[in-house]
């Protein structure tokens, strides 16, 4: 499509964010190669005092491309209108509520922004040695204790990328662990219940994935893990709350029958906003503990942007945590001095360099500036909400598991698809149509039509309000008009309903399928 193409009329909704604004109302933007013209430049310094060098001198030929890649040409100015205009077609953290459960999109404090930019921790070389990157070790460890004191455990490693890089570390020290007592071990238990990448990180590590069925309260049931547990069991993930928003209230009993036949507990904490403050991994058994830094502490998950999943541990399994790690050593001044140790029997590497530092950088400027209280009150602020939600919305949506929800409540569309053919998709995309990123549906995979909703702590009583009547109001629709009330929705979105099968694989849209 040529840049200069006419914007296509779009839908005329009454009132839809995009479609209010012919610039941002365009179906397509063109892409910046289609704003491309030769010889266009964005910006250059006219002279930088660094002499020129010929290429050609320094890399043989064969080495050297024929022709010049090929790479958008275009102005500054295009440029940052291209991006604010993509910017402008999304949805975001900073613009309303996205209440995704299990993956707390919360805002995020601008302050960390700040911290993250500071040109003395943006600007340091993943390789510049510890003698020049003192303050920067100090900031790794210090953010190391408060994980660690926020958990209940002895160490931590930082340098897991995400959330299942966190979980695969985990296994791996729970391989090592166990193999370095002479004990070969098969299995892994994780509930029906788990998130899709506990499976999957099983597997990676070379284990068996055992599943144990959810009770009628949601949580683990006891009975059905009495029969799997036995020795070739190396441990069991538990996610606690789980992810039905339930505290998984069993726990002291589930960790004595695991450590009882010689298993380790893994807690899977990418989402630690229900507990911060109250109650620790460490305290309820735990042996590991991954965390999402890009969930819980202050950086937005989602969107393919980096993340940090950092591994505590207990002090059993420290000996084999990745190394290098950031230790305080004593330097014998009043400063103290920080080196790189890697640990006796460490598993190695999980990252080239030391983690995505920045991530790092921002949790750290979260925790110190929220403090123990505030974390507190950010748990106790993000149950109260969900509870609310779960309270005021029991009426008009089924809660399956209707008693005390912790930081995420899980609804049901089941009796709206059973009488009126309207699914939890199509509440979630009308859902947009109000303003309002859609909550996690279709999972827990054990819930018919789930719709997950985490309002989060940093929601006021207002939002909780607009987004709890949008929800009746949607509920209201389905019954009077059943699906086809609602199988046009998103309206007035820039991009409107897909066939999400065909957009997965298809990855270059073609929007015949609009109303
Ligand atoms: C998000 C999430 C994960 C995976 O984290 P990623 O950073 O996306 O890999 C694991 N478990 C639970 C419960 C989660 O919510």
Redesign the pocket.
């Known amino acids: 499509m040529p840049a200069t193409a006419p914007a296509t009329a779009s839908g005329g909704a009454p009132g839809g964010r995009a479609a209010s604004a012919p610039l941002l109302g365009r179906e397509e933007e063109p892409t910046l190669f289609e704003l491309s013209h030769p010889g266009r430049r964005a910006w250059s310094f006219r002279t930088t005092g660094v002499p020129e060098v010929d290429l050609a001198e320094l890399v043989p030929a064969e080495h050297r491309r024929a022709a010049p890649v090929e790479l958008a040409e275009v102005s500054e100015r295009d440029l940052v209108a291209h991006a604010t205009r993509l910017a402008h077609r999304q949805f975001a953290v900073d613009l309303g509520a996205y209440p995704l459960g ?2 707390t999109m919360k805002y995020n404090p601008k302050v960390c922004d700040t911290v993250a930019a500071l040109p003395g921790l943006a600007g340091v070389h993943p390789a510049a040695p510890a003698s020049l990157t003192q303050g920067w070790l100090g900031l790794l460890v210090e953010l190391e204790e408060v994980l660690c004191e926020i958990t209940g455990m002895a160490g931590a490693t930082l340098q897991p990328a ?4 966190g ?1 695969l570390t985990g296994l791996l020290l729970m391989r090592a662990y166990h193999e370095s007592r002479g004990s070969v071990r098969t299995k892994v238990i994780i509930p029906d219940s788990a ?1 899709g ?2 499976p999957a990180s099983v597997t990676l590590g070379g284990y068996q994935a055992v599943t144990v069925p959810s009770d009628g309260r949601g949580c683990v049931d006891m009975a059905a893990l009495a029969a799997v547990l036995d020795e070739d069991v190396a441990g069991i993930m538990l ?1 606690n709350p789980n ?1 039905l928003g339930l505290f998984e209230e069993d726990i002291a009993a589930i960790a004595d029958a695991v450590h009882r036949v010689g298993g380790l507990l893994y807690y ?1 904490g ?2 630690l906003n229900a507990i911060l403050g109250v109650v620790r991994p460490g305290d309820m058994g735990f042996d590991i503990v991954h965390m ?1 830094l ?2 819980t502490f202050a950086t937005p ?1 989602g969107g393919g942007g980096p ?1 940090a ?1 950092p591994v505590a541990v207990s002090e059993r399994l420290m000996p084999f945590l990745p190394g290098p790690r950031p230790a305080r050593v004593d330097g014998g001044g009043d400063e103290p001095a920080y080196r790189w140790v890697t640990p006796a029997r460490s598993i190695g590497r999980v990252h080239t360099w030391h983690g995505n530092t920045l991530v790092l950088a921002r949790a750290l400027a979260y925790l110190l500036a929220t403090g123990g209280d505030g974390l507190r009150r950010v748990a106790q602020i993000a149950v109260l909400n969900a509870n609310w939600l779960r309270r005021r919305l029991a009426g008009t949506y089924d809660v399956p598991f209707d008693r005390s929800c912790m930081h995420e409540v899980v609804l049901s569309a089941r009796t709206l698809k059973r009488d009126h053919g309207v699914r939890a998709v199509d509440v979630a995309k009308r859902l947009l149509e109000e303003g309002f990123h859609a909550p996690t549906v279709s999972f827990p995979l054990i819930v018919d039509e789930a719709l997950m909703v985490e309002p989060t702590e940093t929601e006021s009583p207002q939002t909780l309000e607009a987004l709890a009547a949008a929800l009746e109001r949607i509920a209201a629709e389905a019954v009077a008009g059943g699906h086809d009330a609602l199988a046009a929705y998103p309206k007035g979105t820039p991009v409107r309903r897909v066939d999400e099968a065909r957009a997965a694989r298809t990855l270059i849209p073609t929007f015949d399928a609009r109303g």
């Open positions: 299990s993956c995400a959330g299942a890089a979980e998130h990448t506990n996610t992810t899977d990418a989402n999402n890009h969930k998950h993340g999943g």
